[in-house]
């Protein structure tokens, strides 16, 4: 799969508005994360604090990976990554992969993405690349592996991630119209 060039960081882009406005829903917190390293001070806890001013950072060699599984398969719509190259220079991620699946075993490549001395938030679609409806897809595990850092740096730092997923509308809410009043009358619980 060739990688997709992400020139441009949406550095106004609020992931948190997109939430008030029921377009979708913060679904990190439902998310068991494991990393594949991190310094002491600099873990997991800091990718999903809501401050662009702590980071994780890795500490070994590459790939550099962050689990997410969820407790039952989930819509995703986009997984939101904070970096900031002039902060963070070498550390910051300039490859990156996502991979979906079931478990850590069975993980399928989602998309390779370039990365050019972003700042901001870098909003990625995960789309289902096997359903032609371009739906959002149904996963109980996500992963982001740094592949590469800018100026060839060994360890990464990443600010935020945060995972969408799609707020749906149900048939529940929608009434149904009776013509008889005798009907009308059973269809709610007291």
């Known amino acids: 799969m060739e990688a997709i060039q992400i020139s441009k960081t949406d550095q106004e882009y609020n992931p948190y508005l997109e939430e ?4 979708s829903r913060d679904i990190s917190h439902q998310a068991v994360w494991t990393l ?3 310094k002491s001070g600099f873990g997991v806890e800091n990718l999903i604090d809501n401050s662009l001013d702590t980071f994780w950072q890795s500490d070994g060699p590459q790939p550099h990976l962050v689990n997410m599984q969820f407790k039952q398969k989930t819509k995703v719509k986009d997984i939101c990554i904070y970096a900031d190259y002039k902060s963070d220079e070498s550390y910051t991620p300039s490859r990156i992969i996502i991979k979906a699946g079931t478990h850590v075993n069975d993980l399928r490549e989602i998309g390779t993405y370039d990365l050019s001395e972003p700042a ?3 909003i990625i679609p995960l789309k289902d690349p096997k359903d032609t409806k371009n739906q959002p897809i149904k996963t109980w595990m996500l992963q982001l592996a740094v592949l590469a850092n800018h100026q060839n740096g060994r ?3 990443i ?3 945060k995972i969408h997923s799609p707020i749906e509308t149900t048939s529940v809410i929608l009434q149904p119209k009776f013509s008889a009043v005798e009907l009308s009358e059973w ?3 007291r």
């Open 120 to 122: 901001g938030w870098i």
């Open 36 to 38: 594949s390293s991190c």
């Open 155 to 157: 360890d990464t730092h």
């Open 20 to 23: 008030l406005s029921g377009q």
């Open 159 to 161: 600010r935020q991630i």
């Open 187 to 189: 269809s709610t619980i």
